[in-house]
Structure formats: structure tokens, C-alpha cells
């Protein structure tokens, strides 16, 4: 494997990925031409948030396979371009929350008692204290946009300073917002009502430009700002011209439009303390943030653990344990129909019973869609990230229904439909034993067989001699069963397959068996004849 760290980490994040064997390392100081040649080979792109994992870069990294941001936000990658891609994109939730909020604590006190100004007077041998005289937090109206991991770190620690804290954040639920002792208020009642404000919201097209010349309008006279998520979530000139006017009465800012800050509407200031983007930047954060991030990209690449992906939901380790066989089952099962399925496909609907149905089933229904793909077009580039995704390019839709308690306690079973230009086709599945995939049905005539090597599935008519023709005919061939397995359809049962047919489900133990299949296939007494290779796909 080879993984590119392109931005600073720290060194428990080297060591990590050091003690896997045989694993290449490339260090930013180490990437000599260029980041794009650097990926042309690679597995995993680990980045902070200078570098831009954008579509063109992408594109020079064929084999990339995850892209692990060493923090929070993930606005610096296009996480679009990657899912497309099939690229996992992930990061580090909450590791650098407290040095965050820790930050935003001490700008507040630095502009409630300009400790930057004071600092600065004295070493240019200045004993200024008339000027430095302050205000208390205690008492003031805090107001905190995003009461995610940050804004409740924040709200715990301004609560023992003693102010009141008034909150907003369209996705928290009041009781979260009642413990942490914030009042949930509407967004303009944030601008009217604090003293002071900060921002702990991601940067969506909802946030960008937050605080604008017209949110500026509303706001109590004397207002103090702290932004330390993202630069873009202020309208910088409308900020720099409210402070210069007096309406606002200072600003504390760790992030900017464009990083390294070179030029400022705020530089010469007075009241404007900047900092170089360095609100998660302390050692215990990028300690925990390195060795989280490593131990994810590690566990994707060995074993396909998704964790704290952005572009598919997180699973625990204990979560992807339980799921990983239905994975890989709702794979072959996509494969095992597909292959035995003619037409072009039109739409796909995957339902899920039982257990399963009760858990996140987006990597379960993108293996089911990868499966399809790849048995239908061999050169498919759908995988387990990507494959709702090229569906939904290919104008194929997905349709899934969910029962989680099913009338005699059948377990999960996954059932795929295939609509296509010829007609249905479906078949399901389980998972026995823990870890084996079986078929449990094929066009509506149950069968039980296992779903891995290869599979040959036949149908003939139910009468008496067929199955021991078919036998006789793969012994001629020299071609060993491995397992047999035989189901009937019954009246009501199929338009596809009609009464009186049966289905044959037989395992064999050589990869083909196209002259063995051919003779089958010339029986009079069989209807038709789909031979299907299942490859053992591994994990992801
Ligand atoms: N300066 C730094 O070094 C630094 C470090 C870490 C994080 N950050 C930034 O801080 C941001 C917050 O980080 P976090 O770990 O708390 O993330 P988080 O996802 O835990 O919290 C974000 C919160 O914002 C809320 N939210 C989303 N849209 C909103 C909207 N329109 N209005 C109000 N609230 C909204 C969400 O519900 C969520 O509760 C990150 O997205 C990142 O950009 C900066
Ligand atoms: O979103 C984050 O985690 C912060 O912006 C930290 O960015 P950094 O890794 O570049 O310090």
C-alpha cells in the first residue's frame, strides 16, 4: 500500500502506518514533483486542510481508494468528484473539539480585556493602563451558530464563566441544547440578543455568508465576533467596515477566504485579533487526531471498515462486524442475477427483511448495485462507495423498502429485484453460519444453495430422469459437484418461470464449464441455461 501524507501530521500518525509491512510512506517533505505524480500510484491521501482535493487531482490518482482529512472540516475536498470516483472520503469528528473550544474561550477573554493590545504596549515599553480597561464575561449573552461537538465544548465552558447562553442549530434537539444550559433561539434572536458571537457551523451553501452586511444590520451595538470553522461563513469587507464603523465592537478570527492570510481588509485593526488558522492545532489534538485517522485509513484498506466516512454513513467497528457478511452476500447476489439475467436494465429494487433492516444498509445496497454492474459490464468501475452513484448517472433507479420484523423470525434475508427491457427477474438471500452466503430464491422458485464459486443454474421441466442426466453429463465431462441443490415452482408463484418448471442450482469445482454446460444445455428436457461464475471478491 502506498499512503501520501500531504500536509504536516504528527508523528503518532507515521507511526501507525509504520508498522504495517511492506507499507510505502511519502511525507510532505518527501513529495518531490509535484502531489498529482506523487498520486499516480498511490492508495490513500491523507490531508489537513491546506491542500485542495479537488476533481483534477483526483483524476492523476487512479488508485486511490480513500482520502483521510486529519480533522474536521472536509470543504478543502470534493467529495462529489471522489464518491464518483469510488473513493471513501473520511475524517476525525470531535478529536480537536476541545482544543477548538479552548481557543474560542481565550479569544473571548483576549477582546473582552484586549490582552493582545496589552501585550504589544508593553513590549514597545509602554505602561498604557488607562486604555486597557475591560469587560467581564459573566453576566454578557453568548451566542453560539452550530451546537455540533464544537459549540456544546464552547457552551460547557462559557457556562462557568457565568454568562447566559443562547443558541442555534436547526439539527440539535432541545434536550441536547437544555443540558449543555443553552436557550434554543431563532437565528436573527442570535444576532439581536449577544454580546458576543461565535461560529461553529461546517461550510455549506446554507452557512457561507452568515454574518453579511445585513445580518451585521440586526445586531446588538458592541457585538463581539469569534470565527473559528471557516472563513467564508463571514462576508469579510461587511465585518471590517461594521468595526471600523463602531456597530461592531471587535472580532477574533482564526480562519479566512483565502489561506495564508497575505492581504486583509481587517490587518491595522485595533480591535481585530487574527490567528493563523491554529484553533485545533495543539498537541494533544493532533496526537488523538493522527492516530484516529490512521487507524481508520488502515482498517479501510485491510479490512474495508468504513468509518467516519462523509460520503457514506459512519459505522462502528462493532456495526461493520454484523453487516460485513450481508456485504459481501448482497455482491455475489447482485452477481449471481445479473448474470442470469438478459435485457437492459432499467431499475433495481432491493428489499431488506428482518435484522439487517433495522441497521445502515447503504454499504449493503451499494455492493448489491456493484455486483450487478460487474457482472454486466465487465470493465465496471461501480464499487462499494460509488455505486448508487453510477446508478443514478445511468438513469437506473434504486428503489428499497425496509421490514425489520417479518412473521416467523425467517432472520435478514435481502431480496434483489431486476427490472429490465425482457422483464423481472429477482432472487434472495441469507447468510448462514455466520458468514456463508446462501441463495434462497431464484425467479420466485425457492431453492438453498451456497452463493460462492461457481455456480451453475439451470432450469428445466420437473420431470422424472433430468437431474440425473445433468449429473451423468458433468461426471462425463470431468467436471466434480460440489453441491446440488434443486427447487420447484409452484402455481402463482412466477410469470417468469412457469408450473412445472424446476430450478437447478448445482456448484461446481472448476471456474468453467462451457462444453459440460453446452451439453446440459443441449438436454431436451432443459428449459434453459444461465451459467454463472461467482468470484470470491475478497473485501472490498
Ligand atoms: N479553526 C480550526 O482549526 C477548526 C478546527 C476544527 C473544526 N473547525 C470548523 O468548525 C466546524 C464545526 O466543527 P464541529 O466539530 O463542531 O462539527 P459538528 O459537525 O460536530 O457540528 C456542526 C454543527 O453545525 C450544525 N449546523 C449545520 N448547519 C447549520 C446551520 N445552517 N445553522 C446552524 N447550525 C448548523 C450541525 O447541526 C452541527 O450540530 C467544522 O465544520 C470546521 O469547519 C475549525
Ligand atoms: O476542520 C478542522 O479540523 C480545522 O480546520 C483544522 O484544520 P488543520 O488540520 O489545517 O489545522
Redesign the pocket.
Known amino acids: 500500500m502506498k499512503i501520501v501524507l500531504a ?1 504536516k501530521v504528527s508523528p503518532a500518525t507515521l507511526a501507525v502506518f509504520q508498522q504495517e509491512p511492506g507499507w510505502q510512506i511519502v511525507t510532505p517533505d518527501q513529495i518531490k514533483n509535484g502531489l498529482a505524480a506523487e498520486l499516480s500510484d498511490a492508495d490513500a491521501l491523507v490531508v ?3 491542500v485542495q482535493a479537488d476533481a483534477k487531482l483526483l483524476e492523476s490518482a487512479p488508485k486511490l481508494r480513500v482520502i483521510g ?5 472536509v470543504d478543502n475536498i470534493d467529495t462529489d468528484a471522489a464518491t464518483h470516483r469510488g473513493i471513501v472520503v473520511m ?1 476525525t469528528p470531535g478529536a ?1 473539539a476541545v482544543a ?1 473550544a479552548e481557543l474560542t474561550l481565550g479569544l473571548m477573554i483576549s477582546l473582552a480585556r484586549a490582552i493582545p493590545r496589552a501585550n504589544s504596549t508593553m513590549h514597545a515599553g509602554k505602561w498604557d493602563k488607562k486604555s486597557l480597561q475591560g469587560q467581564e464575561l459573566r453576566g454578557k449573552t453568548l451566542g453560539i451558530v452550530g451546537l455540533g461537538r464544537i459549540g456544546l465544548e464552547v457552551a460547557r465552558r462559557a457556562a462557568s464563566f457565568g454568562m447566559n447562553i443562547i443558541g442555534y442549530d436547526p439539527f440539535v434537539a432541545p434536550v441536547i441544547a437544555r443540558e449543555n444550559n443553552v436557550t434554543l433561539v431563532p437565528i436573527d434572536d442570535i444576532f439581536k440578543a449577544s454580546d458576543y458571537l461565535t461560529l461553529h457551523v461546517g461550510l455549506t451553501t446554507q452557512t457561507e455568508g452568515l454574518i453579511n452586511s445585513t445580518s451585521i444590520k440586526i445586531m446588538k451595538k458592541g457585538i463581539r465576533i469569534i470565527n473559528c470553522a ?1 472563513g467564508e461563513l463571514i462576508v469579510e469587507q461587511a465585518l471590517a467596515d461594521a468595526i471600523k464603523s463602531g456597530h461592531v465592537g471587535g472580532a477574533a478570527l482564526d ?1 479566512f477566504h483565502q489561506e495564508p492570510l497575505k492581504e486583509s481588509p481587517f490587518y491595522n485593526l485595533d480591535n481585530v485579533i487574527l490567528s493563523p ?5 495543539t498537541d494533544e489534538a493532533q496526537e488523538a ?1 493522527g492516530i484516529q485517522l490512521a487507524m481508520q485509513v488502515r482498517d479501510y484498506l485491510k479490512l474495508g471498515v468504513v468509518q467516519n466516512a462523509v460520503n457514506l454513513p459512519s459505522l462502528s467497528h462493532e456495526e461493520y462486524k454484523e453487516i460485513a457478511p450481508y456485504i459481501e452476500m448482497a455482491d455475489r447476489l447482485g452477481q449471481f442475477l445479473a448474470h442470469a439475467t438478459p435485457g437492459n436494465l432499467e431499475n433495481i429494487q432491493i428489499s431488506y427483511t428482518g435484522r439487517i433492516a433495522a441497521g445502515k444498509t447503504d454499504l449493503i445496497r451499494n455492493a448489491a448495485i456493484a455486483g450487478i454492474f460487474s457482472s454486466a459490464d465487465g470493465g465496471s468501475t461501480a464499487n462499494r462507495i460509488n455505486a448508487a452513484a453510477i446508478a443514478a448517472e445511468r438513469g437506473i433507479r434504486i428503489q428499497e423498502d425496509k421490514k425489520e420484523f417479518t412473521p416467523g423470525g425467517a432472520g435478514s434475508v435481502l431480496k434483489i429485484v431486476l427490472h429490465s427491457s425482457d422483464g423481472d427477474a429477482s432472487a434472495s438471500a441469507t447468510v448462514l453460519h455466520g458468514n456463508s452466503p446462501r441463495l434462497l430464491s431464484y425467479d420466485g422458485i425457492d431453492i438453498e444453495a451456497p452463493l460462492h464459486g461457481t455456480l451453475v443454474a439451470i432450469r428445466n421441466h420437473d420431470v422424472p430422469g433430468v437431474v440425473g442426466r445433468i449429473g451423468t453429463i458433468l461426471g462425463e465431462q470431468s467436471v466434480n459437484i460440489a453441491n446440488f441443490a434443486l427447487g420447484r415452482a409452484h402455481s402463482n408463484h412466477s410469470q417468469r418461470v412457469p408450473h412445472g418448471q424446476a430450478l437447478a442450482v448445482v456448484q461446481i469445482d472448476v471456474p468453467k464449464a462451457s462444453s459440460a454446460t453446452a451439453a446440459v444445455d443441449a438436454l431436451r428436457r432443459v428449459e434453459a441455461i444461465a451459467s454463472v461464475r461467482l468470484i470470491e471478491l475478497g473485501k472490498l
Not at 69 to 73: C, K
Not at 277 to 281: D, K, L, R, Y
Open positions: 500536509e489537513r486542510s491546506a482529512r486529519a480533522g474536521v472540516g475524517n480537536n477548538v471557516r480562519v488558522h491554529i484553533a485545533g492545532a487526531i
